[in-house]
Every structure is written in structure tokens, then in C-alpha cells.
């Protein structure tokens, strides 16, 4: 192995660490998150979004979850990609009695704190990807999404997966993706949802960048395993309908 795939194989392990860590927050897993921290993960790893297993719990109303982190000295503050920070998400889903954990232990809310500021569908470009970051040197095909071929590329270093909608011809204007649409399709956040990064257009074609699945989906699953025992398939059904 070369020093680049060596590299490769670094990021994509780092990747699939966090995730599971951020699964772990997420799910209310207090002993498999316990685990890792005591493995050594950071308690301030973060996802695409910039979102920490912190953002996460307090989103989902995961008191002791929350409580381990701070216990580890994650840092109540950091803001995601939309500026929010765990107390932000703490308060927007109603969760009081992690809203006074996270404000005894110095939580701030940057964004309700604060007048509110009006952002104009112009001040969103910035959402839209620029092809040249994809680096394809060692990419893939992926059966991911079924609106048109997919392919396993790099972006900044980290995995994701573009998918490449050719023009119809008799609905164009369907193609091209406005930076409100772009602006709502990232801020759908939740561990259950395939992640949209953003959009390109080249050409007469449409570029979709979405989270890549390391492990496959359902589908996959479904066809390597057949029929799933019942504990299995009751969670995955839970999932699906959170």
C-alpha cells in the first residue's frame, strides 16, 4: 500500500468512526458512546455539517447522553454549518431539562439571543458546489439513488457520492436546483436521512453530491441477507418511521 492509499484508507476509517460515534449520541447509546470515549474519540468530532454527538443528543432529548459528554468536556459552544449550537437545538425541539444543563455549564444560544436577520435567496450561492473540489482519482460506481449514475468521489478529503441527472428534454426547467431549494435540502438534518451536500450544474447536466453510505443501504442488505430476524427488522422499521 503507497502512502496515498494509506492516506485514503485513514480518512475513510476516521469517518466511519465518527459516524458511529454520532450514531451512538443520536440513539441514546450511553454505553456504546461511553465505550468510545474511553477509547479515546473526542467528544468534539464532527460530522459534513459540523454537527457534535452534543448537537445531536440535545436535538434527540437525551439528557444522560448529554450529560457524559460534558462530563468528557465537550465544548458546549461549537456551532454547526447554520450557526446553531447544541442549546440552540435543545430549544427549538423543546427539551428544558437539557436547555438548563447545557446553560449551567456556560450553553449559549447565538442565534435566538439575537435579533433576528432576514437571508435573502441571493446570500445562498454559496451553498452551490464547485466541481473542480470533486477529485475522482480512485473513484467507484455506486447503486445509491436511482435518479441516475453514481459514482464514489472524493470532496475535500472526505467520501461522498455524486449522481449525474442528464437534461430532459421536455422538462428542462425540472433540472436546475434554486439556492432555496438547495438551502432547504441541507438544512433537512436528521441520522435517518441521506444527507444532501448540494448541487452542481454543468453543462446540459444536473450534479446531485449527497453523504456517502459506507456500508450500503437496505437494499443491499435485503439482498445479502435475505429474511432479517425480528429484533432487526422491528429497529429498522423504527427507524424508518423516526
Known sequence: MNEMEDENS????????????????????????N?????????????????TALHLAASEGHAPIVEL?????????????WQRTPLTDARLYGHRDICRILEVHGGKDFINDQPMTVR?????????????????????????GVYGESVKVKWRGTWVVKTV??????????MILSAKDNTLLRELRHPNILQFLGSIVH??????????????????????????DLPIALRYALDIAR
Open 203 to 228: 453543462g446540459d447536466e444536473m450534479i446531485l453530491i449527497t453523504e456517502y453510505l459506507p456500508k450500503g443501504n437496505l437494499d443491499d442488505l435485503l439482498s445479502k441477507k435475505g429474511r432479517l
Open 10 to 33: 485513514s480518512v475513510d476509517f476516521d469517518m466511519q468512526l465518527i459516524g458511529n460515534f454520532l450514531s451512538f449520541a443520536s440513539r441514546g447509546d450511553r454505553i456504546g458512546l
Open 120 to 144: 435573502h435567496e441571493q446570500d445562498c450561492n454559496e451553498l452551490n458546489f464547485d466541481i473542480s473540489e470533486l477529485n475522482t482519482i480512485q473513484s467507484s460506481t455506486v447503486e445509491q
Open 35 to 51: 465505550q468510545m470515549l474511553r477509547a479515546g474519540t473526542s467528544p468534539n468530532v464532527q460530522d459534513y455539517d459540523k454537527r
Open 165 to 174: 441527472i442528464k437534461s430532459q428534454i421536455y422538462l428542462p426547467e425540472k
Open 69 to 81: 459528554l460534558l462530563h468528557y468536556n465537550a465544548n458546549v459552544n461549537l456551532k454547526d454549518r
